[in-house]
C-alpha cells in the first residue's frame, strides 16, 4: 500500500511553505496521512519515503528552512531498511540521521512514520507507506499506488 505525493521544489518556498496552499510542511503532512488512511482504511501510513533529494528539501522544510545538524532518513541497505547498519553508518556522518518524525494524523510521537532515503525513486515525490511489523505478514495487502493530486 502506498501512496504517491508531489513534491516538487519549485511548489515550496524555503522555509516550508507551500506556495499554492499556504501551508506549513507539517500541515500537508497531516493531509497526506489522512488520504493515505482514507484510502487503506484500517491502515495508517508508518513509513515515508523518498529520494535523498527529496529527503534534503524535506528536512530543510521541517526546519523552516534554518541551518540544521540533521538528515532525514535512512538508508536502504541493500534494498531493506537495516536501521543496525545506518546505526553504524552514522557514528561517521557529520550530521544526525532522523530516523523517524511523529505521525501529524495521531498528533502522537509514539505514532512514527520511518524516514528512508530511496535513490530509485523520482526526486519530485514522496511515498507514504504502510509495512508490516512483521516480515511475511499473512494479511498483508498488496494494492497499486495511488496518486496525490498536486493541488495540495
Same mark, same amino acid.
Do not use: C
Given at each position: 500500500?502506498e501512496?504517491i505525493?508531489?513534491?516538487?521544489?519549485?511548489?515550496?518556498?524555503?522555509?516550508g511553505?507551500h506556495?499554492?496552499?499556504?501551508k506549513?510542511?507539517m500541515?500537508l503532512?497531516?493531509?497526506?496521512?489522512?488520504?493515505?488512511?482514507?484510502?487503506?482504511?484500517?491502515?495508517?501510513?508508518?513509513?515515508?519515503?523518498?529520494?535523498?533529494?527529496a529527503?534534503?528539501r524535506l528536512?530543510?522544510?521541517?526546519e523552516?528552512?534554518?541551518? %540544521?545538524? $540533521?538528515?532525514? !532518513?535512512?538508508? =536502504?541497505? /541493500?534494498?531493506?531498511?537495516?536501521?543496525?547498519?545506518?546505526? +553504524?553508518?552514522e557514528?561517521?556522518?557529520?550530521?544526525? %540521521?532522523? $530516523?523517524?518524525i !511523529?505521525?501529524? =494524523?495521531? /498528533?502522537?510521537?509514539?505514532?512514527p512514520?520511518?524516514?528512508? +532515503?530511496?535513490?530509485?525513486l523520482?526526486k519530485?515525490?514522496?511515498v507514504?507507506?504502510?509495512?508490516?511489523?512483521?516480515?511475511?505478514?499473512?494479511?498483508?495487502?498488496t494494492?497499486?499506488?495511488?496518486?496525490?493530486?498536486?493541488?495540495?
Amino acid at each position: 500500500m502506498e501512496l504517491i505525493i508531489p513534491f516538487k521544489e519549485s511548489e515550496f518556498s524555503k522555509d516550508g511553505t507551500h506556495i499554492t496552499s499556504d501551508k506549513f510542511i507539517m500541515e500537508l503532512q497531516r493531509e497526506w496521512e489522512e488520504k493515505f488512511h482514507d484510502q487503506f482504511n484500517p491502515f495508517y501510513a508508518n513509513v515515508l519515503e523518498g529520494h535523498p533529494l527529496a529527503m534534503w528539501r524535506l528536512t530543510q522544510y521541517m526546519e523552516s528552512g534554518e541551518e %540544521t545538524n $540533521y538528515d532525514f !532518513g535512512m538508508e =536502504l541497505i /541493500d534494498g531493506e531498511i537495516d536501521i543496525d547498519t545506518n546505526l +553504524k553508518i552514522e557514528k561517521f556522518a557529520k550530521l544526525h %540521521t532522523v $530516523y523517524a518524525i !511523529g505521525s501529524q =494524523l495521531h /498528533d502522537d510521537d509514539d505514532e512514527p512514520l520511518l524516514l528512508i +532515503k530511496n535513490d530509485a525513486l523520482n526526486k519530485n515525490i514522496l511515498v507514504l507507506k504502510y509495512i508490516p511489523d512483521n516480515d511475511g505478514d499473512e494479511n498483508e495487502i498488496t494494492t497499486r499506488p495511488v496518486s496525490v493530486s498536486s493541488s495540495i
